[in-house]
Nanobody, 115 residues
Framework: QVQLVESGGGLVQPGGSLKLSCAAS????????VAWYRRGPGKQREVVAS???????NYAESVEGRFTISKDNAKNMVYLQMNNLTPEDTAVYYC?????????WGQGTQVTVSS
């Protein structure tokens, strides 16, 4: 069984920054595909950023250059550094991990960008 727990969400002003963290426990591998998704108000869930098996990172066009995904395999942590936030980034952010072909999700953390 794999568990994912996100933290780091909150209220931030436009132009501000937040860093989300995702702690994983259970049987995981350093080669798992890990990703951050989000679901904004009235919107469908979308992938924000991911790290594939090779270590390459991918970003949604809307966050390219502002968000950075990273991971610390020794600590079983995945991070999402979010800079220059805009109100359009307001959403519940979910950590995702694909372990041996199975999708695991965290409970989500709310990010609200507002003045």
């Amino acid at each position: 069984q794999v568990q994912l727990v996100e933290s780091g969400g909150g209220l931030v002003q436009p132009g501000g920054s937040l860093k989300l963290s995702c702690a994983a426990s259970g049987t995981i591998s350093r080669y798992d595909v890990v990703a951050w998704y989000r679901r904004g108000p009235g919107k469908q869930r979308e992938v924000v950023a991911s790290i594939v098996k090779s270590g390459r990172t991918n970003y949604a066009e809307s966050v390219e250059g502002r968000f950075t995904i990273s991971k610390d395999n020794a600590k079983n942590m995945v991070y999402l550094q979010m800079n220059n936030l805009t109100p359009e980034d307001t959403a519940v952010y979910y950590c995702n991990r694909v372990v041996f072909g199975y999708d695991y999700w965290g409970q989500g953390t709310q990010v609200t960008v507002s003045s």
